[in-house]
C-alpha cells in the first residue's frame, strides 16, 4: 500500500527557533498533503492543507506566517514553525488523500519547545 | 460543523476481555465513518471503515455499525489481546468532496495479560 514517512518523529528545540518536518510520499504522488495538529487529550485538527505548485490552504485560526508550508514536488511537503514557543509543542501528522484503500498517514512529529 | 465525540480513555482491560468503545457524530449530509488505529511509534491506520447507514465494516475481529438513528459507530471486539493495545480514533469524511477527514480525541487500550 502507499507509504507516507514523516521526519523527525520527535523533536525538541529552543524557544525562538525553527523547526521542519518533512512528509515524503514513498511509492505515489501526492499533490495534497493535509496537516494536522494535535494537543494533548484533544483532538486531531487539520491546519492546513498544502498543494503542489500553488499556496497552502490554511484553516480559520492557523498563522500561515508561524507555519510555513511548502509543497515542493510530486512526492515531498514540508511544515516549518518559525520562531517556535512552548505553546506551538504539539504533535504534528501528515496525511495524503485518500487513494483506493483510504487515507495514508505519516508516523507523526512530536514537537517540545523549551 | 461536523464533529465526533468519543468515549475517554484510557481504558485497560485484561487479556480475553469485550471491548467497546463509543463514538457519535454531528454531520451534515451522509459522512462516511472510519476507526483508525496508532500503534505506539507508527503512524495512523486505517482499522475499518463504513460508508452508509446499516452498513459494518469489520477487521481483525473489531467491527462497528453505522447507526444512522443514532448517530452513532461503536467499536466492539469480543476478545482483545495485548497487540490490541494502542489509541484508537473515530473519524468522519463529510463527503463533500474536500478529503478533510474530522477526528476524535483518541481513546488509549491498554490490554494486560
Known amino acids: 500500500g502507499a507509504v507516507v514517512s514523516q521526519h523527525p518523529s520527535w523533536v525538541i528545540c529552543k524557544s525562538g527557533t525553527s523547526v521542519k518536518i518533512e512528509c515524503r510520499s514513498l511509492?505515489?504522488?501526492?499533490?495534497?498533503m493535509f496537516w494536522y495538529r494535535q494537543f494533548p487529550k484533544q483532538s486531531l485538527m487539520l491546519m492546513a492543507t498544502?498543494?503542489?505548485?500553488?499556496?497552502?490552504?490554511?484553516e480559520q485560526g492557523v498563522e500561515k506566517d508561524k507555519f510555513l508550508i511548502n509543497h515542493a514536488s510530486l512526492t515531498l511537503s514540508t511544515l516549518t514553525v518559525t520562531s517556535a514557543h512552548p505553546e506551538d509543542s504539539s504533535f504534528y501528522i501528515c496525511?495524503?488523500?485518500?487513494?483506493?484503500?483510504?487515507?495514508?498517514f505519516g508516523s507523526g512529529t512530536r514537537l517540545t519547545v523549551v | 460543523g461536523d464533529s465526533v465525540t468519543q468515549m475517554e480513555g484510557p481504558v485497560t482491560l485484561s487479556e480475553e476481555a469485550f471491548l467497546t468503545i463509543n463514538c457519535t457524530y454531528t454531520?451534515?449530509?451522509?459522512?462516511?465513518l472510519f476507526w483508525y488505529v496508532q500503534y505506539p511509534g507508527e503512524g495512523l491506520q486505517l482499522l475499518l471503515k463504513?460508508?452508509?447507514?446499516?452498513d459494518k465494516g469489520s477487521n481483525k475481529g473489531f467491527e462497528a455499525t453505522y447507526r444512522k438513528e443514532t448517530t452513532s459507530f461503536h467499536l466492539e471486539k469480543g476478545s482483545v489481546q495485548v497487540s490490541d493495545s494502542a489509541v484508537y480514533f473515530c473519524?468522519?469524511?463529510?463527503?463533500?468532496?474536500?478529503?478533510?477527514?474530522?477526528f476524535g480525541k483518541g481513546t488509549k487500550l491498554s490490554v494486560i495479560p
Open positions: 473519524a468522519l469524511d463529510s463527503g463533500a468532496g474536500s478529503y478533510q477527514l474530522t
Open positions: 454531520a451534515t449530509g451522509y459522512p462516511s
Open positions: 463504513a460508508t452508509k447507514a446499516d
Open positions: 496525511s495524503a488523500p485518500p487513494l483506493g484503500y483510504g487515507y495514508t
Open positions: 511509492d505515489f504522488q501526492a499533490t495534497t
Open positions: 498544502s498543494n503542489e505548485g500553488s499556496k497552502a490552504t490554511y
